[in-house]
């Protein structure tokens, strides 16, 4: 599956984005998503994931109550709502999809599909 982020921007600390990924050439369904992030001079992190179903979905402690991750399957889309956006969350986002469902995400393996990055600039 391709897969295609979009919503990056900049803004002021507090504020909202919403970050897409839109996904193409694959059975979308078979797929967990996830997000991840990469911060200038910092290794990429994993933010949040979600599976099939949207049943079971998972969060780094640093954005819980503030970020949520959605996915839309008939528009084969996953969503990062952003919320009380810190300084800290600036960085490159990723999404990712992988068919080995959520534990492919916590466990740190190798995921199958990666979209191209959406940058997050969130000023003080």
């Known amino acids: 599956v391709q897969l295609q982020a979009s919503g990056g921007g900049l803004v002021k600390a507090g504020d909202s984005l919403r970050l897409s990924c839109a996904a193409s050439g694959g059975t979308f369904e078979d797929y967990g998503l996830g997000w991840f992030r990469q911060a200038p001079e910092k290794e990429r992190e994993y933010v949040a994931a979600?599976?099939?179903?949207?049943?079971?979905?998972d969060y780094i402690d640093s954005v819980k109550g503030r970020f949520t991750i959605s996915r839309d399957n008939a528009k084969n889309t996953v969503y990062l709502q952003m919320n009380s956006l810190k300084p800290e969350d600036t960085a490159v986002y990723y999404c990712a999809a992988d068919r080995g469902g959520m534990g492919s995400f916590l466990t740190g393996r190798i995921l199958e599909s990666w979209g191209q990055g959406t940058l997050v600039t969130v000023s003080s």
């Open positions: 979600i599976s099939w179903s949207g049943g079971s979905i």
